[in-house]
């Protein structure tokens, strides 16, 4: 088991940057693989980024690539992904989520937080 707690969000104009962090608990936190998803407001949850175990692998949905970026400190049990260069679009509510297999599909993921939301001012 693993529980995960997102923060960061806030409102950002278009152009700037966030910092999201999500805190883990469970000695086991360095065996899973962790990952972002969003939902829009009026969409379904979508894939944002995800990390391997190690660190040492890392993949993004294409609207992100180059502007988000996905780390994590294992020593401290955390996940960021900082943001730049935010857009309208990128407003969300952002879900961390953790899972055993490297993947972009939700399914694969067994634990979430509760989310934080983002908004982008245009």
């Known amino acids: 088991q693993v529980q995960l707690v997102e923060s960061g969000g806030g409102l950002v104009q278009a152009g700037g940057s966030l910092r999201l962090s999500c805190a883990a608990s469970?000695?086991?936190?360095?065996?899973?693989?962790m990952g972002w998803f969003r939902q829009p407001p009026g969409k379904e949850r979508e894939f944002v980024a995800t990390?391997?175990?190690?660190?040492?692998?890392?993949y993004y949905t294409d609207s992100v690539k180059g502007r988000f970026t996905i780390s994590r400190d294992n020593a401290k049990n955390t996940v960021l992904l900082q943001m730049n260069s935010l857009k309208p679009e990128d407003t969300a509510v952002y879900y961390c989520?953790?899972?055993?297999?490297?993947?972009?599909?939700?399914?694969?993921?067994?634990?979430w937080g509760q989310g934080t939301q983002v908004t982008v001012s245009s």
């Open positions: 989520a953790a899972g055993s297999v490297f993947s972009a599909s939700s399914g694969r993921y067994n634990f």
């Open positions: 990390i391997s175990a190690s660190g040492i692998s890392t």
């Open positions: 469970g000695r086991t936190f360095s065996t899973y693989v």
